[in-house]
């Protein structure tokens, strides 16, 4: 269809012939590529070298920073072995409205608010504090 | 040395090698490169850049289909991606007024378009239609191929080879070549 045409016949007739020399640069240009690329230079090198060695050190930092924050929080697990916490953990995603915490006036400075895991009322937490305050 | 046995060359990374197979085909693939980007300086830029993808990609070319076809293939795809970022293929200009005098006279008589003129006429075309135009009526692609790569629809690429054939009809016959309908 599309050979039939006249335009298409006076055009691929010609444009085939049409093959201009190209410059010595080219040439030199295309050599200097490929031969960069056969032998990455030392500059390229040494960069390789810093991006790996600060890579295998942030790992390592994020390593360490994780092994001490699990020993922290061990040891705090360890000294309230005995009790428990009011509030279970559930309480991160508690209504915004529980987010408001005051501080607390009763009982010791410097001491941790616990409480003993029992179902004693005088024991319970203040409303505002309460997951669930119907109970 | 066959052609298979330069390419085995040139993987190896043989620096004769290369060169021979540069200096056989990179006149035809400026020809061919030129007729998407008409500036001289442009045109080698995309040369350059082409055969550094050949000779890099050498591998994957799996002895199917022809050699040049291939290298071709790539060298048209560099001069797109060229035009792409000069956001040529976006830009629709007028065709402008044709000077006969620029053209040359011999090829009017022998009624067969002279290599040259070819180039020129392909120059006036805005570069939307001349793409399409290059791709379908010289490289041969399918108006599905054309849409692929140029990334507008197929009947985009068809419409653009009518106005551009329809460009080329007047501009040749203003040149009076003779357009005979066989």
Not at chain 2, 58 to 84: C, H, P, T, Y
Request: charged share 25%.
């Amino acid at each position: 269809m599309a050979t039939q045409d006249p335009i298409d016949e006076l055009f691929k007739q010609q444009a085939e012939a049409y093959q201009p020399q190209p410059s010595l640069r080219s040439w030199r240009r295309i050599e200097r590529r490929i031969e960069r690329r056969r032998r990455p230079g030392l500059q390229q090198l040494g960069w390789v070298r810093a991006v790996a060695a600060l890579l295998l050190l942030s790992m390592a930092a994020v390593a360490i920073w994780q092994l001490d924050n699990n020993n922290a929080t061990n040891a705090l697990a360890q000294q309230a072995s005995a009790v428990q916490e009011v509030l279970p953990p559930e309480v991160e995603a508690a209504p915004a409205s529980l987010v408001n915490y005051a501080p607390i006036n009763e009982g010791d400075v410097e001491k941790d608010l616990i409480a003993r895991y029992v179902p004693n009322p005088q024991f319970r937490a203040a409303k505002a504090y309460r997951v669930d305050r119907n109970i | 040395m066959n052609e298979a046995d330069l390419i085995n060359a040139c993987r190896a990374g043989q620096p004769q090698a290369q060169r021979k197979l540069y200096e056989q085909y990179a006149p035809k693939m400026l020809g061919v490169i030129r007729r998407y980007i008409f500036r001289l300086d442009e045109a080698e830029d995309v040369l350059v850049e082409g055969f550094f993808k050949v000779f890099d990609k050498l591998d994957s070319f799996n002895g199917q289909g022809s050699f040049e076809g291939w290298i071709r293939r790539i060298m048209v795809n560099e001069a797109l991606m060229k035009l792409r970022k000069k956001h040529a293929l976006q830009k629709a200009t007028d065709l402008t007024v044709i000077n006969p005098n620029h053209f040359s006279q011999d090829a009017k008589v022998g009624g067969q378009l002279a290599v040259q003129d070819i180039l020129r006429l392909l120059e006036q075309l805005p570069v939307g239609y001349r793409t399409v135009f290059n791709l379908y009526v010289i490289e041969g692609y399918k108006h599905r191929e054309i849409a692929d790569l140029l990334g507008i629809s197929i009947n985009t690429s068809k419409s653009q080879l009518i106005l551009a054939k329809q460009r080329m009809r007047e501009a040749l016959e203003r040149l009076n070549y003779p357009i005979t309908s066989k």
